[in-house]
């Protein structure tokens, strides 16, 4: 998308996307994060969570491929680079929760050859709770 197709009324949903063991063990090992709360179910039975949860950071990178999914990505056509990325965790991510994305634009800061998108996601479980705000700051090329 270019800098033009996003406005203030920019809104987009992605399609769900269920969190798998094998997600959770690739990530986790593919990162070095061996931590017991994704790895060891018997060690996670007794939390408060109960079980196994996904990593924060595999969260967002589920949320932020959901969006590349879209039939018009903010991620293709005039995206020039990421140039930045936040989340804020609300509610724990488990093995077998399906996540999607309500895609806004929170910001806009146009320049003289292009712009500068932020982009706010809720990513929500099956249930409709949020379990992850994300943000990504864009540089999109204007037409």
């Known amino acids: 998308m270019y800098f ?14 269920t ?24 060690f996670s039975k007794k939390t408060p969570f109960g079980s196994r949860i996904a990593p924060g950071l595999l969260t967002a990178s589920i949320a932020t491929g959901l969006v590349y999914l879209l039939p018009e990505s903010p991620f293709e056509k005039g995206f020039v680079a990421l140039l930045g990325a936040s989340f804020k965790a609300i509610k724990s991510v488990k093995i077998a929760d399906t996540l999607s994305c309500s895609l806004t634009v929170k910001e806009m800061k146009e320049k003289e050859k292009n712009g500068i998108v932020v982009l706010s996601s809720s990513v929500t479980n099956q249930n409709g709770e949020e379990v992850m705000v994300l943000e990504h700051t864009i540089l999109v090329q204007k037409r």
């Open 4 to 17: 033009e197709d996003f406005n203030k009324h920019y809104k987009a949903e992605t399609r769900g996307r």
């Open 19 to 42: 969190v798998t063991e094998a997600d959770v063990v690739l990530f986790s090992t593919m990162t070095g994060a061996y931590n017991s709360l994704f790895l060891n179910e018997e």
